[in-house]
């Protein structure tokens, strides 16, 4: 179907004309106006949720475990070791509530989206403005997590900024990919299924204690998330050690972004432009 | 009203009898019968509790007691004389015993008042408006204990306690969470409206007292001004009541009396003030 809308000259031109009309800004606006006169408090207070975690993990459970291995090999503070997982984590999960539960709301009850594609825009300019909005969150909260990292003295490489703007495109990936797969559910109980991908992948991502706990089957799993290649790259960039790995963990999150976005644009169009 | 029924057929005098027996019951056990409803209720997503009841504690435990247990043994030999595997599974039953039991009282709560209205028709049976609160504690204390009791048989299965007395952790951790539950159904009772209430209790009461209660390290590991946070949270309380039972933590007479009689003042006052305010509201 969506393929006849499509206009003859085709390509990547072609496919920009026929999902969008140019004017994300005003998606941008709306969500603007919401965070404005509604849920800034709670965009506000998820700021303390992984500061909460590092004091009470990185200082009580660091007091038992002392120094760990950090990146290339180097000795560093547990405090120091979880702070980038943490940033990475909180990346994660911000982005993916906006693109889940704030998607499905939208999408399923409040019908906001059949609204929206049935003035002039496009389902890639809703697709890029809602996660511009989860985008926007993430910075903020990236940008207090950096600062209470660097505040706490658990960074130690001026590298460390440049876990701000990787933490926006960790939350990019998460985003895009969020949105596609919340498209598909119908029901509360679904969403569930966010949860129980989640919280395993929470749990077992090197966040809190390195990976090599585990048999090596499980390990090999645990690689394949998106997840441990945002702490591990992030724990990279706080101490300012690179490897050939940072890039195999910087090209997994690019081709996460590429690929949820064009899913989610696609998912949007069948959806609305049957 | 009146009139119609009157009019109706001559009653029989068995008949208003039955019916003054069947009040006098409601009266005596409606508080059981709504219970038991919610309880009914729950059947509709019986799937996802459970599986959550089992998922839930073995993920917890296998990354903490596994995973965060192999850096800890090898840097400080356990804690408490244990490994840490056997001394953070009693911190784990309480807290989400806690957790578990304190959702159930926020955004349910507000649907019985505003949403579905379920309390309003309950207060309106000859049982009592009070008694529409106790069912709700009722009902969720039974499913703690149920999720308790999951929860204990997933350590068991991974070596993470022993039988025997550590079996009375199923009701400490249901203790443990209508010690915060119940004064959280209380606030609930009084709210309107949906704003982010719930959500800041999530994230200002429940995580912090989470974080800050000793379930994955001893309390006295933190600086004394955090530890505070530990001493007002019920996770804490029934956690230390957990360990002894789970491991045999060396508890005296008075700290035990100390953390149950904290857990159970708690919950006594919850309870009142539940019930007082499901009676404020519902007989407005």
Redesign the interface.
Known sequence: MSATSVRPDGGVRGWFAANSSGNVRAVVERGFRVVGSQNWAIIVSGFFEPVLYLLSMGYGVGALVGDVTGPGGRPIAYAAFIAPALLATSAMNGALYDSTWNVFFKLRFAKLYQGMLATSLGPLDVAAGEIFMALFRGLLYALGFTAVIAALGLATSWWALAMIPVALLIALGFASLGMAVTSYFTTFQQMDWINIVLLPMFLFSATLFPISAFPQAVQWFIMALPLWHGVELMRQLSVGHFEASTAVHLSYFVALSVLGIAFTTRRLRSLFLR | MSELTLSVTPPGTDRVARAARQAAKVRRWGWWYQAEWRLFSMKA?LS?IFGWAV??PL??V???G???????DG??GG?DGVPYLIFVAPGLLVSTAVMSFSNEMMFPVMSGFKWQELYFARAATSGSAGQVAIAELVAVTIRSLGESAIFWVVLISLGATSGGLSALMIPIGALSGLALGAPIAAYSATLANEG?QF??IQ??VL??MF??AGT??PLA???IY?QWIGWISPMWHGTQLARALSFGLPLSGAEIGFHLGFLVLAATIGCVLTVRNFRRRLTK
């Open positions: 997503y996802s998922l839930v993920l917890y296998l990354a903490m596994v995973g965060l247990g192999a850096l800890v840097r400080s804690i982010f959500s800041m994230r200002f995580n912090p974080l800050f994955f390290y590991t933190m600086p955090l």
